[in-house]
């Protein structure tokens, strides 16, 4: 599209920073590169439980539609901004300014994803480490005949030791950065080509030993059959926030991912593409937990420690607990590792592209910031656990910041950006969706929908409105 020139705009091939720059080798290749950046933590730990929190199935139909309605034409901005700009996220967003002939103060939401993304990945490192961790504690048959107080006591005792926390998050840091460090198509490329379909594999295997359990139906019954008497208001926040949060979206990741992809690959289709993934992927790994935690009379609601400390308990009981207890952990860790590089690819991009870093060198640069202020993140659970910043310890103070704050700002942002500052051609071009009725609905979406319904979520979480 690099030959498409707007009338009041910047023509395409201007905004590119250089002709060689690094591209997919394939829409599939970032489909899977895309989908390994939303496939992470938050569909194999966080979905199931919440979902146990929520009532279930109700709950999981309230989330399609928010992934749906909002985080799909969210992501497909994303994909545009990065696409069309050829270039890192806050010179992506300057260029794409200047190109609309509005303020350069715009390049700030650009910076905000990169700073987001990397600040969310100082702690998800360490929570990453507890899944690879817990790899090895699954294989040395520790949870064989495990009690609840066990397995609390051993959870905790992983958090109570700085050393062991802080050496399983610096080997995550170290094969996350060898794997960015060896660039797109050696690096990123080909990481997620084993990666996503090996994460796919063992969910599938997961939920095939579910389905022996006698228990699947039990489990698929409270999944997908909607009981809205379970469902709350605070509910209905809860899968807005996360269908927007599960898609990495604001975090500069997707913008950065789209800056890579071919001109002649359609946006929506990718977009599409991807969220199904995702979703998919967030399915099954409830359809593989909730018969386990049903086949041994556990509380599907239990909270975070679902995956930690309750889910140890009946691979603890059931046959072949060790094999599939560390096949489930490799799993998580595999959900993690892909998150984990695409959320400092933004940094390095940056840095490669801006300061004229070698990618070695940027990769180096982002893993040592990124280790430090994993520290803080290993020494909230132990030793700076009682140390308040605004009645928060460093990782809720980050996590906080970013969840609560960062992320819905940013989204907020871009959705405001895509819809009311890009020039309206401009978007149809590059999102490939014509003048029809599909590209009004995303503008009335982009314009409207996200908008309002993100500042929903971002004043409830500041307490500001009680819904």
């Not at 998050?169 to 797109?184: A, E, H, K, P």
């Not at 809860?238 to 946006?267: E, R, W």
């Not at 975070?304 to 952990?329: K, S």
């Not at 978007?427 to 969706?433: F, P, R, S």
Request: proline share 4%; glycine share 10%; charged share 10%.
């Amino acid at each position: 599209m690099s030959d498409l020139t707007v009338a009041g705009s910047v023509p395409a091939d201007r905004l590119t920073t250089s002709p060689k720059r690094l591209q997919w080798s394939s829409r599939m290749a970032f489909i899977l590169a895309a989908a390994g950046s939303a496939v992470g933590l938050g569909n194999i730990w966080k979905f199931p439980y919440i979902t146990g929190e929520n009532g279930g199935g109700a709950f999981v139909l309230v989330y399609l539609a928010c992934i749906l309605l909002i985080g799909i034409p969210v992501m497909m901005a994303e994909i545009m901004i990065g696409r069309r700009a050829q270039k890192n996220p806050t010179d992506a967003m300057a260029a794409l300014a200047l190109e609309a002939k509005a303020s350069k103060l715009w390049q700030g939401v650009g910076w905000m994803g990169v700073i987001t993304g990397f600040l969310i990945l100082s702690f998800y490192t360490v929570i990453a480490g507890w899944a690879v961790s817990y790899i090895f504690t699954s294989g040395s048959g520790a949870f064989t005949d495990i009690t609840p107080d066990q397995a609390g006591a051993m959870f905790g005792a992983m958090l109570a030791d700085p050393v062991r926390l802080l050496s399983w998050s610096t080997l995550v840091v170290i094969l996350t950065m060898y794997i960015v460090g060896r660039g797109v198509s050696a690096g990123l490329e080909k990481a997620v080509s084993y990666l996503m379909p090996g994460l796919l594999i063992l969910i599938l295997i997961m939920v095939g030993y579910a389905m022996s359990t006698g228990h699947f139906m039990e489990g698929l019954e409270f999944l997908f059959a909607p009981d809205f008497s379970k469902l709350s208001t605070e509910s209905v926040l809860v899968a807005l926030g996360h269908a927007f949060f599960t898609l990495s979206l604001a975090s500069g990741a997707i913008m950065t991912y789209g800056s890579y992809l071919p001109k002649n690959t359609s946006i929506v289709k990718t977009s599409i593409a991807v969220a199904i993934v995702d979703t998919v992927v967030a399915l099954l790994a409830g359809m593989a937990i909730f018969p386990i935690v049903f086949a041994y009379g556990l509380e599907p609601g239990a909270g975070p420690g679902l995956i930690f400390v309750t889910l140890p308990i009946a691979f603890g009981q059931m046959p072949f607990g060790i094999v599939f207890g560390t096949l489930f952990f490799v799993m998580l860790s595999i959900a993690a590792l892909t998150s984990a590089i695409s959320l400092i690819e933004p940094a390095v991009a940056w840095l490669t592209e801006k300061c004229q870093f070698s990618r070695l060198k940027a990769c180096v640069t982002s893993g040592l910031v990124l280790w430090i202020l994993g520290v803080g993140t290993v020494l909230s659970f132990n030793i700076w656990e009682q140390h308040k910043i605004f009645g928060k310890n460093f990782f809720e103070l980050i996590d906080f910041l970013t969840a609560n704050l960062m992320m819905p700002l940013g989204g907020l942002l871009v959705a405001i950006f895509s819809a009311w500052i890009i020039n309206s051609k401009v978007a149809e071009q590059e999102l490939g969706l014509g003048k029809g009725i599909c590209f009004k609905l995303w503008q009335l979406t982009m314009r409207y929908l996200t908008p309002i319904g993100i500042v929903v979520v971002f004043l409830n979480a500041l307490g500001v409105i009680s819904l």
